[in-house]
């Protein structure tokens, strides 16, 4: 059961303009979301997060925004520059549980084009 | 954030054989993991890896094919046990720093495995 879901494989965005990945989620316990970034051949670096009590974080050229009655989260990228091209990976956890487990989507692959 | 290393970065190994991994991370953190990514596929936690106790492991991953070591509260060890082509995967280290709910967790680059 994939409880965390990028339903886009790839994703082409011309530069200067919105880049927009999707996340959803099925389980509602899930109380903190997180992007990340992976380069190929590098591990994933970290990119914003998001508590559930927010719907809104910013972070310069990065936002994420979070629908909890829809148990979706979303990453805009504003504007997409070549650098960005990369794969996307929204990742989820369950604070409460104290365990600090992520649980990644699929990943989304961005390419921006110059 | 942490600076984290691992080796090697990646490797070649026979079917049968194992392979040891090692995480450095240049400061003290409180937590741990390995995870692997199957190609093409999403990245999956192994298990917690565990200051001084035995690490917990996730379903679907047992001790006897990925024992884990933590000697102290800046390097792990991940081995991969009875190596089978299935086993060919990038395994990522990471660490999570701060107590409490700084909650980020931080990924080394990874270790490229191919199994022959």
């Known amino acids: 059961d994939q409880q965390v879901k990028q339903n886009s494989p790839s994703l082409s965005v011309q530069e200067g303009r919105i880049s927009i990945l999707n996340c959803d989620y099925t389980n509602s316990m899930f109380d903190y979301f997180l992007w990340y970034k992976k380069y190929p051949a590098e591990g994933p670096t970290f990119l914003i997060s998001?508590?559930?009590?927010?719907d809104k974080n910013e972070d310069g050229r990065f936002t994420v925004f979070l629908n909890k009655s829809a148990k979706h989260l979303s990453l805009h990228i504003v504007p997409s520059q070549p650098g960005d091209s990369a794969v996307y990976f929204c990742?989820?956890?369950?604070?409460?549980?104290?365990?600090?487990?992520?649980?990644f989507g699929t990943g989304t692959r961005l390419k921006v084009l110059a | 954030s942490a600076v984290i290393s691992q080796k090697p970065s990646r490797d070649i190994c026979q079917r049968g054989t194992s392979l040891t991994i090692q995480c450095q991370v240049d400061s003290q953190v409180t937590m741990m993991f390995w995870y692997r990514q199957q190609p093409g596929q999403s990245l999956t936690l192994i298990a917690t890896a565990n200051q001084g106790s035995e690490a917990t492991y996730e379903s679907g991953f047992v001790i006897d094919k990925f024992p884990i070591s933590r000697p102290n509260l800046t390097f792990s060890t991940l081995t991969v046990s009875n190596l089978s082509p299935e086993d060919s995967s990038i395994y990522l280290c990471?660490?999570?720093?701060?107590?409490?709910?700084?909650?980020?967790?931080?990924f080394g680059p990874g270790t490229r495995l191919l199994v022959l």
């Open positions: 998001i508590s559930s009590i927010k």
């Open positions: 990471s660490v999570k720093p701060g107590q409490g709910y700084q909650e980020t967790q931080y």
């Open positions: 990742a989820a956890s369950r604070r409460a549980s104290g365990t600090y487990k992520y649980i």
